[in-house]
């Protein structure tokens, strides 16, 4: 019997070594804050293998370019997001503070700061993991920060929790064309968008606070990109409040459109349920759904949302001051405000939204997703409290779980 | 039990690791330089230059086993000057894949290319040289840069950032923040869908100084009529401006921006698969760009270069907007003014 347990204990540990060698030499790698904190830091990203630990110790890390990870299954670890600060101001080149473009990868418990263009790019990563981490430009809204805080585009399984991103010039979080996908327990504050899904499948995004930006959380579809076609999104529990930060995103991006003092708002996207939200003090409107209003070229494209369901949110104060084109015309032919719901009538009555929130919502009559605003023939959206059924729940692999526990 | 069970974790580890560690090569002599076909292919990653034989003692001293070449269109690199080469072992031979010239290399196969700038006696001092090895698992690049007195270069994986001073086409001079990019760079502008792989060898914009040089590559391994020739970027004789402007793009920007690049997700392509004009820029709108938009609509406005947020990229130096993101730390005017008459004369609606 325990010579059996041995030759078992031998035979697993050979099998082991062969799946995944690497795990029993992975090492942590410990890089200082200090002098030639680029090359020093880079480097360790460089050789890092799969399995290690890139420790990021306390301080400020002043970096003169770009750094960048190509390595599978790596965990960038610092001692906090007050702690360990990867300070971007200086920076001469790269499009962004940090590029991710390996799978299996955990970021964790540091802060990039005032990066020349997005904070933390990662790119066809798969499974990766923001957890605890602070992306600021601490000179607050400025047209002149970076574009995206935390930006994962074109991946699978995406797991974003316990983040804090402020100042973003597009947006504080924002997945692009990517799949399974979780936004949870983060603070978007002062960005232009706080949390935007763009462009993608398969999103849950809850338990999040958005306030202070120009707009809460954007669901948006746009056309001419590789994917296309954005559906499956739950927006839920979250506490969207107070964005009411002049848009200050350079002009030309979509975002630049979007209102100051929205909410939620739903763009040519497909199936998205929001509900169980605390909405308010959003001047614009707490939600809306429109469609993509500009003119496009791509035969592929649908610019009009559908199976948009709304229920179980709670309101508070919305529409006192809309910023969109004809909003204070409509506001005054509805007695003085937006009213906290609208739909723009895109696409007509079979693409209407589900509502069953005990507030007004409106429907702008313009089935035409390019009309304007100022066009618009309001009339109530009937009140329906038979929901939909639901959308899959996004379950992660389990070791992304494991990882922010 | 425990012995037992140490030793069984132990073997391959130390087999591992003896695998992996770093064989010294013998030091060839220098006149008749072969180029080591061992350092080219093993698994590993030579700390100097010399090791794998391609340069004898000096950056202007290439093998005799390395084919020379250049560029019609060529990627702008801060007005640096750069030599290029080929190394083919022996008995192996390129394939020509398709009408448009791109090469297949066979395995243990390098390309070879220094950048550097004329001194003041207008005596070109090379700065570093990145190799590109084929090895059996796939391509690698490296970055080496060279030592103060050029008889052998370093490898530097964390890249590396020196002040030069550039003698641009006018006369003029400027002082320049050369960046030899460090090796994920490398692959940022090396990578179709996420492996490294080379970029410049198009046989339609490969020059070759000798017709042996051309057959030395080529050996027999296509009919060249075939192959369609890149126009150069600066031929005003024989192209037309969109023809040199396609070249340009192609060249400068198609290596990330083409389905399988570092920009697929912009959907902004300037490759041959970019079909209908949004995908090439004509009317589209900005996805990603932040700031990098500079308050423009489109990426190409056909007849306003000044609104175009192509143009505006390409003339920045602020690392949030500057178009391509990396490995450059000046504006090429020329090219600029290229893009600028193209769009200029493109006809609107």
């Known amino acids: 019997m325990y010579i059996m347990e041995r030759k078992y204990t031998i035979a697993f540990a050979a099998t082991l070594l062969a799946i995944s060698p690497v795990h029993l030499w992975a090492k942590t790698i410990t890089v200082l804050a200090g002098d030639d904190a680029q090359g020093r830091l880079q480097e360790a990203l460089i050789v890092a293998e799969p399995g290690d630990v890139v420790e990021l110790g306390i301080g400020k890390f002043i970096l003169t370019d770009g750094l960048s990870l190509d390595v599978n299954n790596v965990t960038v670890r610092g001692q906090g997001a007050k702690e360990t600060i990867l300070d971007f101001t200086g920076q001469a080149g790269a499009g962004e503070g940090l590029l991710v473009t390996s799978d299996d990868v955990v970021l964790r418990e540091f802060a990039v700061e005032n990066s020349k263009g997005d904070g933390i790019k990662s790119k066809g990563a798969d499974r990766i993991v923001f957890h605890k981490l602070r992306v600021e430009w601490t000179g607050g809204p400025k047209a002149t920060n970076g574009a995206y805080g935390i930006y994962p585009v074109e991946s699978h399984y995406i797991l ?195 509502v069953s929130d005990d507030v007004l919502a409106i429907n702008l009559g313009l089935t035409e997703p390019m009309s304007d605003p100022a066009t618009a023939q309001p009339a109530p959206i009937t009140i329906s409290k038979t929901l939909p059924p639901g959308l899959p729940v996004i379950v992660l692999p389990t070791a992304m779980e494991i990882a922010v526990r | ?166 003698t641009l086409p006018d006369g003029k001079t400027q002082l320049i923040s050369y960046a030899v990019p460090n090796k994920n760079q490398c692959k940022q502008c090396h990578s179709s869908l996420g492996k490294i792989e080379p970029i410049g060898p198009l046989l339609g914009n490969m020059r070759f100084q000798t017709l042996a040089d051309k057959q030395r590559f080529l050996g027999s391994s296509v009919d060249v009529k075939k192959v369609q020739a890149m126009p150069a970027w600066d031929d005003v004789k024989d192209a037309t401006v969109a023809q040199r402007a396609k070249s340009y793009l192609y060249v400068n920007c198609a290596h990330c921006h083409r389905p399988t690049g570092s920009a697929s997700n912009s959907g902004l392509f300037f490759d041959e698969t970019a079909i209908g004009p949004t995908a090439q820029g004509i009317y589209k709108h900005p996805v990603a760009a932040g700031r990098g938009s500079g308050g423009f609509e489109f990426v190409i406005a056909p007849g306003k270069p000044e609104q175009s947020i192509l143009l505006y990229r390409l003339e920045s130096l602020d690392p949030g907007v500057a178009m391509p993101e990396l490995g450059r730390a000046s504006v090429h005017k020329e090219g600029a003014d290229l893009l600028r008459q193209w769009i200029k004369e493109m006809p609107q609606g």
């Open chain 2, 1 to 166: 039990m425990r012995i037992l069970l140490l030793t069984a974790l132990l073997l391959p580890i130390a087999a591992a690791l003896s695998a992996k560690e770093y064989v010294p090569h013998a030091v060839i002599a220098a006149s008749s330089l072969p180029v080591s076909g061992n350092m080219v292919m093993d698994a590993h990653l030579p700390a100097k230059l010399s090791e794998y034989g391609f340069f004898n003692g000096a950056a202007n001293a290439p093998s005799s086993g390395l084919i020379p070449y250049s560029l019609a269109t060529p990627l702008f690199s801060d007005y640096s000057e750069k030599q290029r080469f080929i190394y083919l072992p022996p008995g192996t031979q390129v394939l020509i894949a398709d009408g448009f010239g791109r090469v297949t290399f066979p395995v243990g196969a390098a390309i070879v290319k220094s950048f550097g700038y004329p001194d003041a006696q207008g005596k070109l001092k090379i700065i570093e040289t990145r190799v590109l090895l084929n090895r059996a698992e796939g391509w690698t690049a490296l970055p080496y840069v060279w030592n103060a007195d050029g008889s052998d270069a370093d490898l530097r994986v964390g890249g590396l950032r020196t002040n030069v001073t550039a």
């Open chain 1, 160 to 354: 974003i929790d316990s983040v804090v991103v402020r100042g973003a010039s597009d947006a504080g979080i924002y997945v692009g064309q990517s799949r399974n996908i979780i936004v949870r327990s983060s603070v978007a504050f002062e960005n232009v968008a706080g949390i935007e899904i763009e462009n993608s499948y398969d999103a849950d995004v809850y338990d999040n606070v958005a306030t202070g930006n120009t707009a809460g959380i954007l669901v948006f579809d746009l056309p001419n990109l590789p994917q296309l076609g954005g559906k499956n999104v739950r927006i839920f529990e979250n506490i969207v409040v107070n964005n009411m930060t002049p848009n200050f995103a350079p002009k030309g991006n979509i975002v630049a459109s979007v209102p100051t003092g929205t909410g939620i708002m739903v763009m040519a996207n497909r199936h998205v349920h929001i509900f169980d939200n605390v909405i308010g003090e959003n001047g614009t409107t707490n939600i809306m759904i429109v469609g993509y209003p500009l003119k496009f070229d791509d035969a592929k494209y649908d610019p009009i949302p559908s199976n948009v369901a709304i229920w179980d949110n709670q309101h508070m104060r919305a529409g006192w001051a809309p910023e969109m084109s004809g909003g204070k015309e409509l506001a005054a032919a509805m007695g003085g405000s937006m009213p906290p719901i609208f739909w723009s009538g895109a696409g007509g009555a079979p693409n209407a939204p589900m």
